[in-house]
């Protein structure tokens, strides 16, 4: 058992508690990130890695705005090649209630200058040679979204935390939380380990709700089971994010690097739950949609899957901010989205920690907000 002492402990090593931490320590904190596994062990290692700021909620847009300008910075802000890359997304409508929707969002997308645009069917097989167009009535069509290496941002983030005197703790699994009246001053570890900083920052992900009863707090998180696969690497033939949001659709990307497609779906009905098991169903279906919207793919030939977790919230958006614990903040409820959020996010949890306020106000991501403005873009 050891005691140790920071000015802010962050409570989880994926990309919210890396890029969280790195800003505080930037600003001169010392800071201590505690991981229960090890870095990426949580959502941020089984994520796809697509970055885009086509939402409906506007804070959503403004915040990934900004995150978008940092991740085609971050080569040099974290001193290694995180593999951005700017290939846009399409969002592919086949029915017209689809399509409204899409042409209502980028209306709400343009009042904040995103070069967004609904495209024909014909504009669409453009930007994706070689689409199936049956069906297909357009696509919402942003060039500036893209992709990124969500190991290679993670853990530049935490060699950030290093660079700046912090440290990072793993297999460090907080099981209590001290306080000191309303305020709260340490944390414990499963192995004894007893760490204080008067900030404590939950980014712990899918068990967001579980460190928030360590102090009494509410945390409306709840973890559902997505499944992910990668294929062999082949020659480049897609550009986009391909986003097909049919109930029977599915969203996927090729690597531009490599060459790997990579991609997942969101399965009807959800599965509850912090599960990383994969289904034979999954293995089935995936390829098939992927073929079916890309016939060119029919060849080639599927490496892994896996499983991991979206950490939802009740309306589809972050938790951010304060809570009523003195010093115990949150940032949580990434509802799949907390790769791409990582960079703003975590620069505007630091900013709001150490001044007071953040530089885009956060407080329609509180905790305790009505949740009525749900995001559609999900």
Known sequence: MSRKSADAII????????????YLAKRGLKVFVLERKFPCAGS??????????????????????????????????????VEWYAGGYLFLAFDESKANSFKQAIEIQRRYGLKVDFISPDECCQVVPGLNREGLLGGAWCPTDGQANPFKVTYGYLEGVKRFKGQVFVGAEVKKINLAGTR???????????????????????????????????????PDRHEALVTEAVERCLEPMLVDYRPDGCYFVQHYGTGHFIGCYTPVP????????????????MPRRMVRL???LASV?????????????????????????????????????????????????????????????????????QWTKAEAMK
């Open 184 to 222: 709260v001053v340490s944390v414990e570890t499963a192995n004894g380990d007893e760490f204080s900083a008067p900030v404590v920052v939950n980014a712990a992900g899918p068990w967001a709700c579980e460190i928030g009863k360590l102090v009494g707090i509410d945390i409306p998180v709840k």
């Open 11 to 22: 409570i989880g090593g994926g990309i919210i508690g890396a890029a969280t931490g790195y």
């Open 44 to 81: 941020t290692g089984r994520c796809i890695g697509g970055i885009r700021a086509q939402f409906t909620h506007d804070l959503t847009i403004r915040v990934m705005l900004k995150s978008i300008k940092m991740f085609q910075e971050l080569d040099e802000e974290l001193e290694t090649d």
């Open 270 to 285: 959800i599965v509850p739950g912090d599960r990383v098991d994969a289904s034979d169903e999954f293995i089935t279906e």
């Open 301 to 369: 030939k599927v490496l892994r899957q896996w499983a991991g977790s979206y950490e939802m919230s009740p309306d589809g958006n972050p938790i951010c901010g304060k809570t009523s614990v003195e010093g115990f903040y949150v940032s949580a409820g990434m509802s799949g989205h907390g790769f791409m959020f990582g960079p703003a996010l975590g620069d505007l949890m630091a900013e709001l920690i150490t001044t007071g306020k953040s530089s885009i106000d956060l407080a329609e991501f509180r905790l305790d907000r």
């Open 294 to 296: 890309l016939p060119k």
